[in-house]
């Protein structure tokens, strides 16, 4: 139980997740396996490096042992995620034994992180790219054939890979990531991103929506659009000096398609706007659901991680999106035993998520992270045992409001958009509805595809599950 929750990542289910689209053609001959971890961020990368590399002729493999190139896009977010990424480049090593000419490359967070030091430290390792270097990698790959080591880990200002059309990971057709802006700006003090991902940057919008309208026309129904916190997207058109915010894209990509669902991540509190919920409630297909990590319940501990709002300012903001969206899913990012946490900090958490009622939440607990401005400034004082105990009090609770939001469901008909099949049957559909929560039915005789909306009625449910049957 412990080691599910020591390293929850945004989607547990996707870590190390081998890519690979379409049918294999690698007209050089040469062939890229790539593995990705962490964010959903690191995902949408992987599949930039994937298009950067097929426009040089390489193609894609799952077969490690038939790679000429093989990558791994690292997460540094907490110890354990790269303690994950040394483990796995261990097993690398038997391969290479066995194929001398493979190259081994370290792409993104970690890379960024430990720099050159990552070569001294992995021998096997040959190049190493940070996340807006990645169109030096057929460069890097080419001085690493020569025999020599490839470092590039120059961050930008204003790299967003715009111009760069990602090659699906070709999972289920039907949702899709849209990377809307680069890096962070915020200097949470627990986290490593502002170093290893640079300043914040917003792409072209004009991109963006060439992007969404793209994914429509190829039968994509979902997109989600990415960034490290939207809300502070600002992009101005120099040619008609429009400007657009967060807001505006949002109504920009929702207007695209009555067909076409709208979904974004991550939310900081402190940015969200009015504008942004009433675009939301305007429009039926920007789904009905906000993750706006949290943290901390207390106030105290909350100005520690420099988080730039209070415990009630936070429920102020959820009261307002309760009001202006009713029916809102909500969730949340929550940290256990941030530096001098004490046990009545941790009991403002546990009635912040209770307050709160979140239908789901992604939870750690806090990892120091070399260079941060906690690891400056603050001794990481709270126990192990203590960190874990109250983690561990913390999921307990945020099980128990997961199932209680589902209850509240049964008897409610939703519109789902059909992802592929369930995982424990193929006699049954999984989707989504609105507020994110998956939705399990059985297919029956309806001529359902994946991709299609359908009403489902909800007469049960589990803990992460809501379980119905599709009315016609
Ligand atoms: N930008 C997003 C935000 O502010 O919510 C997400 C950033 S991060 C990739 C995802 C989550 O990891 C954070 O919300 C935080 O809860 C957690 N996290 C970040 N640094 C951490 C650390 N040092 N220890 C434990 N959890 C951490
Ligand atoms: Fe990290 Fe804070 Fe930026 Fe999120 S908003 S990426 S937690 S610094």
Not at 51 to 70: F, K, M, P, Q, W
Not at 449 to 463: A, E, K, L, M, S
């Amino acid at each position: 139980m412990l080691d599910y929750v020591t390293d929850r990542v945004q989607d547990e289910s996707r870590q190390g997740e081998v890519f690979a689209p379409g049918p294999e053609t690698a007209r050089s001959g040469k062939r890229f396996y790539i593995e990705s971890y962490g964010c959903q961020m690191n995902f949408a990368d992987s599949e930039i490096v994937a298009s950067i590399l097929g426009a040089e002729g390489y193609g894609a493999t799952r077969n490690l042992d038939e790679a000429d190139l093989v990558l791994i896009n690292t997460c540094s977010i907490r110890e354990k995620a790269e303690q994950t990424i040394r483990k796995r480049l261990g097993e690398f090593r038997r391969v290479k034994e066995r194929n001398k000419g493979m190259l081994i490359g370290v792409l993104g967070c970690m890379a960024e992180r430990l720099k050159s030091k990552f070569l001294e430290e992995e021998q096997l390792v040959d190049i190493v790219v940070g996340p807006d270097a990645y169109r030096s990698l057929p460069a890097l790959v080419k001085e690493a054939d020569s025999g020599q080591k490839a470092v590039n880990v120059l961050l930008s200002r204003e790299e967003t890979y715009g111009d760069i059309a990602p090659v699906r990971l070709d999972s289920n057709g039907i949702t899709a990531f849209i990377s809307i802006m680069r890096g962070c700006n915020n200097m949470c003090t627990f986290c490593v991103v502002p170093f290893t991902r640079g300043r914040e940057r917003s792409r072209d919008s004009a991109s963006i929506l060439r992007e969404a309208r793209s994914l429509y026309q190829q039968g994509y129904r979902e997109v989600t659009l990415l960034g490290q916190n939207v809300d502070s997207y600002y992009y101005v058109n120099e040619e008609t000096d429009e400007i657009v915010t967060f807001a505006v894209l949002l109504e920009q990509v929702a207007l695209i398609a009555p067909g076409l669902r709208v979904r974004f991540s991550t939310s900081h509190p402190k940015d969200i706007t009015d504008e942004v919920l009433h675009v939301m409630a305007r429009h039926e297909n920007i789904c009905k659901y906000i993750h706006l990590p949290v943290q901390s319940g207390s106030t105290r501990i909350l100005q520690l991680m420099n988080r730039t709002y209070t415990r009630e300012w936070y429920r102020s903001k959820v009261d307002r999106i309760r009001e202006i969206i009713p029916g809102c899913g909500l969730s949340s990012d929550i940290i256990a035993g941030f530096c001098t946490e004490t046990e009545e900090d941790h009991q403002e958490t546990l009635e912040m998520m209770r307050y709160c009622g979140y239908d789901m939440s992604y939870m750690f607990f806090y990892s120091e992270r070399p260079g941060t401005l906690a690891q400056r400034r603050y001794r990481d004082d709270v126990p192990e045992e203590t960190k874990k105990r109250r983690l561990l009090e913390i999921v307990a609770l945020q099980n128990e409001l997961s199932l209680e939001s589902n209850r509240k469901d049964i008897g409610k008909i939703f519109r789902v958009l059909i992802e592929g099949d369930s995982r424990r049957s193929d006699r049954d559909w999984m989707g989504r509805n609105s507020q994110n929560k998956v939705v399990v039915f059985p297919k029956e005789q309806l001529s359902l595809r994946p991709g299609d909306y359908v009403n489902v009625f909800i007469r049960d449910c589990t803990q992460a599950t809501l379980l119905g049957e599709a009315r016609a």
